[in-house]
């Protein structure tokens, strides 16, 4: 399973998130659940790279492949275009978890 913890700020923004697992280590393998994994690297690697092209906000960033591991935080207030990217990613994630649930991708938010 994908665990996921998206990490917000006092004032409700999403300001980082953290990642760890694989869709296709769940108990009774699916057909398709490569497609989840697959999916939530897309959304995330992409929402990292747009960050750091697009806009000028500072963050720091790391991943491990084997253990799929990824980590994203903000390291100051976030500009505008920052923050529609993260908001993107979250809003993607849920919607994957929202169609293929457990036992491929558990999403939980954490204040900091």
């Known amino acids: 399973m994908i665990d996921v913890t998206v990490f917000v700020d006092s ?9 760890s697992g ?8 699916q057909e398709g ?3 989840v994994c697959s999916a939530v690297s897309a959304l995330t690697l992409n929402m990292a790279n ?6 000028a906000a500072k ?12 980590y994203f935080r ?10 529609l990217l993260m908001n993107s990613l979250v809003f993607g994630l849920m ?16 204040e900091v």
């Not at 694989?22 to 393998?29: K, N, P």
């Not at 747009?50 to 806009?55: I, K, L």
């Not at 919607?95 to 954490?110: A, L, N, Q, W």
């Open 22 to 29: 694989h869709a296709g280590h769940a108990e009774d393998h």
């Open 74 to 83: 903000f390291t100051g207030k976030a500009d505008p275009g920052a923050m």
């Open 11 to 19: 004032e409700d923004c999403y300001c980082g998130i953290l990642m």
């Open 59 to 70: 963050f720091e960033a790391g991943m491990e492949e084997v253990s799929g591991t990824f």
């Open 50 to 55: 747009s960050v750091e092209h697009f806009t």
């Open 95 to 110: 919607d994957i978890e929202e169609t293929y649930g457990e036992p491929y991708i558990k999403i939980r938010c954490k």
């Open 33 to 35: 659940q490569e497609l």
